[in-house]
């Protein structure tokens, strides 16, 4: 079970940690699309309908991995004789040893088998079935239990690890029961849903609840736009089915947030309409084509909306231009707030992604930024998103134990935080590039501004408020025509990543 720490004493389980190593009246007369049960025994009636119409199309889905070599067994190749992943560092301490030889000789060879459980559920009757990518990435042979108690081999599957989203194949030779697909935009927060998967391997199950929040984003993987529910979920459930009361799929169940590794009372599932989008893609081409910037964007919180003066409810922060990227050649820069997108109001950076991923690659689109105070124009023509790429950056700090003496440096004690120019000590101490621009954290005193959002020895201040700095001179005059009561918003970059802050006196 694979988990995550976030902030404080919650841990995220993955979507990976979801995995695993089943009426007298017909649906169709107990709710009319639109209707609303008008007393608990209607209801009752209603989730029994749904749940009768869905349950043949919620499958179980195991999945086994074969042993993995991890080293060539001696003799195999005379270049290579210590096998092993890692031997090369091994090697430059012991050479050819025999002692370290006869170590690795006594080291495993190979990760034994393994197998793990997840759902999903049919959408053809031809044998398609949508599930979570996690389920089946890796896996040598894919098997699904279907609702009547046959199960049948996969002839094939294929995913897409950005959207967590994987479509399987199968044979049958009759018509296979399916679900349809909903429109997870007309998903409200209060909506009664059904989560139906296989949890803990104790066979299909559904759970009710409601739509908790829409549009939640925390941060367990690359694309997120998650519907959040209190349906139960647990671990298996992933790959299962959202459930409305109509009886179509609204969302895949993903994830869940918990502090126990169980059902707490909020689970993720991948709106469908994300999913239909990707999967139209997989079942057509076996892969995922996206348009894409090139950009970093960070979440706008309400401090930083005033700091740079942005409407709430609009926008999305660029805090990093990828170079070479559609972005970069269109001219965005670092501070760029992104408005509009070919003609769409922007109210967040999840909406940019969804809006630039879906629109035509090589055509040109006109985005309304806000920089510097102003609405400017910029055409960009949109690329196909490399299948390296990837917006998580690294932090790429070395340890500080103490400043070094530097040329030119200031204390502002309003800030907390001493910074110098940046010269080859400063680069080398802290493992920036050597043509790093702006001005470079050599100390913070504990208990300041600076120290209480988490600015470290080693960062790097590029911009003060929308004012690009490179010197001490230009920092000390940037900062002094801002206010700390009001907030100074500072560019920051830590290894490759950049982020605006904004420092406020208490």
């Known amino acids: 079970m ?24 017909s649906f169709s007369q107990a709710v009319q699309p639109g209707s609303e049960p008008e007393a608990p025994q209607e209801l009752s009636v209603a989730f029994r309908g749904v749940a ?7 499958v179980s889905i195991e999945t086994r991995t074969n042993a993995r070599k991890l080293a060539a067994e001696p003799g195999d190749s005379e270049d290579q004789e210590f096998g092993a992943p890692g031997d090369d560092l091994f090697r430059r301490f012991f050479g050819n040893d025999p002692r370290f030889r006869e170590f690795l000789d006594q080291m495993p060879r190979e990760l034994p088998p393994t197998e793990g459980r997840g759902s999903g559920f049919i959408i053809r009757e031809d044998g398609v079935i949508l599930t979570n990518s996690h389920v089946v990435e890796g896996a040598d042979r894919v098997i699904v239990h279907l609702h009547d108690g046959n199960q049948v081999q996969a002839e094939s599957w294929v995913y897409d690890p950005r959207s967590d989203v994987a479509v399987i194949r199968i044979k049958s030779d009759t018509p296979l029961p399916t679900v349809p697909l909903g429109n997870s935009d007309e998903a409200e927060i209060g909506d009664w849903v059904l989560a139906m998967g296989n949890p803990f391997d104790v066979g299909v199950t559904v759970t009710a609840g409601i739509i908790s ?15 959040q529910t209190d349906a139960a979920i647990n671990p298996g459930n992933s790959g299962g089915p959202l459930i409305n009361m109509r009886g179509e799929v609204v969302g895949i169940n993903t994830a869940i947030s918990t502090r126990s590794g169980g059902y707490d009372g909020v689970g993720f599932a991948i709106p469908v309409n994300m999913v239909r989008w990707v999967s139209d893609q997989l079942i057509a081409d076996g892969r995922v084509r996206r348009a894409y910037l090139g950009v970093q964007l960070q979440y706008l919180d309400y401090e930083l909306r005033q700091g740079l003066n942005v409407p709430v409810g609009r926008g999305a922060l660029v805090v990093d231009v990828m170079p070479g990227t559609p972005a970069a050649k269109a001219g965005f820069e670092v501070g760029d707030v992104v408005l509009e997108f070919n003609g769409k109001p922007i109210a967040n950076r999840s909406e940019l992604q969804d809006t630039v991923e879906a629109l035509e690659i090589g055509q040109t689109y006109e985005a309304v930024v806000l920089r510097d ?37 200031a204390m502002f004690d309003e800030l907390g935080l001493q910074v110098s120019e940046p010269d080859e000590t400063l ?80």
Do not use: H
């Not at 009768?52 to 919620?58: E, F, G, I, N, T």
């Not at 680069?427 to 600076?450: F, I, M, Q, R």
């Open 373 to 409: 105070g102003e609405e400017t124009s910029i055409d960009v023509t949109l690329e196909e998103m490399p299948s390296d790429f990837t917006p998580a950056l690294r932090r790429g700090l070395k340890d500080d134990e103490s400043a070094p003496p530097a040329r030119e440096n």
């Open 427 to 506: 680069t080398e101490k802290y493992g920036l590039e050597a043509d790093v621009e702006g001005v470079v954290v050599t100390s913070v005193k504990a208990g300041s501004p600076a120290a209480e959002r988490g600015i470290e020895p080693g960062d790097v201040i590029e911009k003060v408020g929308g004012t690009a700095v490179s010197t001490v001179e230009e920092f000390r005059s940037a900062v002094e025509k801002r206010s700390l009561e009001s907030g100074v918003v500072l560019l920051i970059r830590r290894g490759a990543a950049s982020q605006f802050i904004v420092l406020k006196a208490e």
């Open 2 to 25: 694979a988990l995550i720490r976030r902030n404080g004493p919650w841990l995220l389980t993955l979507v990976a940690g979801l995995c695993l190593g089943a009426g007298a009246v």
């Open 213 to 227: 929040a829409k549009m939640r984003g925390p941060g367990i993987n690359e694309r997120e736009n998650y519907l």
């Open 52 to 58: 009768r119409d869905v349950l043949p199309a919620v």
